[in-house]
């Protein structure tokens, strides 16, 4: 059985490399050619454009590939949606699709731009978004720099954001937000119905899944005397109930968790008040929960 897996070229390219590394599956790109391979023999790689990814899956060029939301709603393609995997460049959280217009302009709602050129990449969704409100307007795909293009190619845009700092660059503001997204894995119909295939992709999802979890959380382990343990529980903000387990002392405890990076330089210093010993902070790879 071979999987054949879709990775997205371009803007997410990088983090989605890091993010197949941390979940212990580094990809090996050559920048020559559009092929990658990695340590495992039954996965197959090839870079594609995120927007064209839910095509070539659909088709079943590819049995699998990670593509965002607003690409698949675009494309408006059958293909299972297997998970959600919230990364993206810059932040961990989800990107937004955006209407937009230059500062300064008239224009204060969607119902204001009647009759107006929207530039967008994303043509089909845009079309329905106001449709869906009842007003009349021209949609032209946008070939990139899409930014620069009001409000004398277009009189507002359609454009991808994540923390909007490229939009306020070119003095662009903000009128509301079309549609929000973040990467999926979608899988081929009938690659998900063949039993290898599916199970492959699950466990790919999971790994995946249990790396963007383990992002910004650290393990904590501590050794603590019985009599002292409810001290230390209650300053413990855990993922759940920590792992306690005895130690050759029977006196003596050991506790393990999880908890947020940030907490860390406070709930060390609090454990120490609350009697704990043998306190160790160790990076994490994979939280599967």
Not at 23 to 28: M, Q, R, S, T, Y
Not at 150 to 163: F, H, K, S
Request: proline share 4%; glycine share 6%; net charge negative.
């Amino acid at each position: 059985m071979t999987l054949r897996l879709g990775i997205p070229k371009g803007s997410l390219q990088e983090a989605t490399l890091e993010l197949f590394a941390q979940a212990g599956l580094p990809i090996h790109v050559n920048s020559r050619s559009y092929f990658a391979s990695t340590g495992d023999s039954e996965i197959e790689c090839m870079l594609i454009r995120a927007q064209e990814m839910a095509r070539y899956v659909e088709h079943g060029a590819l049995d699998a590939g990670l593509t965002g939301l607003d690409w698949v709603v675009e494309s408006g393609l059958d293909v299972v949606k297997v998970a959600d995997l919230i990364y993206a460049k810059q932040s961990r959280g989800k990107v937004r699709w955006v209407l937009a217009v230059l500062e300064g302009s008239s224009y204060e709602k969607p119902e204001d731009l009647s009759g107006a050129i929207i530039a967008t990449e994303l043509v089909n969704v845009t079309r329905n978004y106001f449709s869906s409100r009842g007003v009349d307007v021209r949609v032209e795909f946008s070939w990139g720099a899409t930014e620069v293009k009001p409000p004398m190619l277009a009189d507002a845009i359609v454009e991808v954001t994540e923390t909007g700092s490229s939009l306020r660059a070119n003095h662009l503001r903000i009128l509301e937000t079309v549609l929000e997204s973040n990467t999926q894995i979608i899988a081929n119909q009938c690659s998900w119905r063949d039993p290898s295939k599916h199970r492959k992709i699950e466990n790919l999802a999971l790994m995946l899944r249990g790396a963007i979890d383990a992002k910004n959380r650290v393990g904590l382990m501590l050794n603590v005397r019985k009599h002292d343990l409810e001290r230390v529980l209650t300053v413990l903000p855990a993922l759940k109930r920590p792992t306690i387990s005895p130690l050759s002392d029977p006196e003596w405890l050991a506790v393990n968790t999880v908890i947020e990076e940030s907490q860390a330089w406070q709930v060390i210093p609090r454990l120490k008040e609350a009697n704990a010993q043998g306190i160790v902070e160790y990076p994490l790879n994979k939280v599967v929960l």
